[in-house]
């Protein structure tokens, strides 16, 4: 009883736990200690869609403040359902949580709107590029600042930031979203995110659909945001290869459930992460999910 309750003590008693949180993943097992805080902290989730399908079976992961971290695995592995969660964004696919905790900067979040999840800094770039397509970029990307109150100087400020850091967006501020190309589309759905000034974006398959050169590009930014803004990145990605280069940590993600987890670093030489998810069947998946892309983007420009 002499021990104060730090996360340490109570997470293995958690159900659905059975991987070790970020920090800890020593050699040898031997925990050490936490150089940076946690932001994000899910416990044990468990989702269910429309009160009888069970996608999330107990996912844990934490992701670090200043950190880049990769949800990874196949399609319909519950990547994109693991970031509803935490955004809240599940009740308009009925869908709820209905075991375990997330908690943000350790305040439980699980009951917050999407829009006080933003007031907290935490914001979601939806699977499949979301822009309005009769707006123009800078049309757009003022729409990601609905929910600031600080003033029309401090708005402008970002949006010159988001330039900064998107050169493209600023080419084409005065074009019309539909006219322009998917990486620009990704990009401008990422500013728009950004100009609600947060702390923290989960991003959903930025990759998906964009030539590997472009999603270079767009990795590229992510990266430049975390480390020059400190920008927190929670990224669901099929692409393993791309997102094990610019993430520091991955949580590979099968069938609803963490079946591994550690350093990018590792996780790039394991063996099983490059038969499964590094080798022949990439190509596979890459050409179902350009034809997933193509539809998609039908379907946006209609
Ligand atoms: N709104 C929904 N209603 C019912 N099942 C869903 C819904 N959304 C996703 N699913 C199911 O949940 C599983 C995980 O999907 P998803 O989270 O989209 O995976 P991923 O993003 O990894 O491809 C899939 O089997 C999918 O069919
Ligand atoms: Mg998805």
């Known amino acids: 009883m002499a021990t104060t309750p730090s996360r340490d003590a109570v997470e293995p008693a958690l159900p659905g736990h059975s991987h070790r949180p970020l920090a800890s993943e020593g050699v040898g097992g031997a925990p050490q200690a936490r150089s940076l805080g946690e932001l994000l902290v899910v416990n044990g989730i468990e989702v269910i869609y429309n009160h009888v399908i069970l996608v999330l079976k107990g996912v844990s992961l934490t992701v670090p403040e200043g950190g880049i971290v990769a949800l990874l695995g196949g399609n319909g592995a ?3 359902t693991a970031l509803r969660a935490v955004s809240n964004l599940l009740a308009g696919e009925r869908g709820a949580v209905t075991k375990g905790t997330i908690e943000l900067r350790g305040e439980r979040i699980e009951a917050l709107s999407p829009s006080a999840l933003v007031q907290r800094g935490l914001i979601q770039v939806m699977e499949g590029r979301h822009c309005f397509a009769h707006l123009t970029i800078e ?3 003022m729409t990601g600042a609905y929910t600031r109150k600080d003033g029309k100087p401090a708005v402008a400020e970002t949006l010159e930031k988001v330039y900064a850091y998107f050169p493209r967006l600023k ?5 019309q979203a539909a006219y322009t190309s998917g990486g620009e589309q990704q990009m401008c759905a990422i500013g728009r ?3 609600a000034n ?3 974006v989960l991003l959903d398959e930025p990759s998906m ?3 590997p050169q472009i999603v270079d590009e767009v990795f590229g930014i992510v990266k430049d945001l975390n480390e020059k803004e400190r920008v927190t990145f929670l990224l669901a990605e099929q692409n393993t290869s791309m997102a094990l280069r610019y993430a520091d940590y991955g949580y590979i993600l099968e069938n609803g459930r963490v079946v591994m987890d550690g350093a990018a670093a590792s996780l790039r030489e394991n063996e099983d992460v490059k038969e499964f998810y590094l080798g022949v069947g990439g190509a596979d998946r890459k050409s179902f999910r350009e034809v997933k892309s193509y539809r998609r983007r039908k379907r946006w420009l209609a």
């Open 139 to 141: 049309e757009n990307l």
């Open 209 to 211: 659909g964009l030539a």
């Open 193 to 195: 995110a950004l100009m």
């Open 198 to 200: 947060p702390s923290m």
């Open 171 to 175: 080419t084409r501020r005065t074009s």
């Open 78 to 80: 519950g990547k994109t």
